[in-house]
Nanobody, 124 residues
Framework: QVQLVESGGGLVQAGGSLRLSCAAS????????MGWFRQAPGKEREFVAA????????RYADSVKGRFTISRDNAKNTVYLQMNSLKPEDTAVYFC?????????????????WGQGTQVTVSS
């Protein structure tokens, strides 16, 4: 079992920045690929970014490329999502997730553990 707890969400004006954190406990964190997903009201959960266990591979949704950066610190059992140039359409609940899958995936159904989410609201 892996327990995930997100933090760092909040209210920010368009063009601003936020840094989300996801602290993991339980099984060996470094053995999992990690992802960030988000869900806006009335919409399905969507992929945002993912990072391999070694940080050697990352993937991003087209909508956030060049604005968001995913990173991890295995010594601190934490994964981060740096969000810059935020837009109102980035408003959502952001979730971190862990997968035991060997390949780095953007498919939320293939992630095994999820945090409770943190709200990000971007005002125009």
């Amino acid at each position: 079992q892996v327990q995930l707890v997100e933090s760092g969400g909040g209210l920010v004006q368009a063009g601003g920045s936020l840094r989300l954190s996801c602290a993991a406990s339980g099984r060996t964190f470094s053995g999992y690929h990690m992802g960030w997903f988000r869900q806006a009201p009335g919409k399905e959960r969507e992929f945002v970014a993912a990072i391999s266990w070694s940080s050697g591979n990352t993937r991003y949704a087209d909508s956030v490329k060049g604005r968001f950066t995913i990173s991890r610190d295995n010594a601190k059992n934490t994964v981060y999502l740096q969000m810059n140039s935020l837009k109102p359409e980035d408003t959502a609940v952001y979730f971190c997730a862990a997968t035991r899958l060997v390949v780095l995936t953007t498919n939320s159904r293939l992630y095994d553990y999820w945090g409770q989410g943190t709200q990000v609201t971007v005002s125009s």
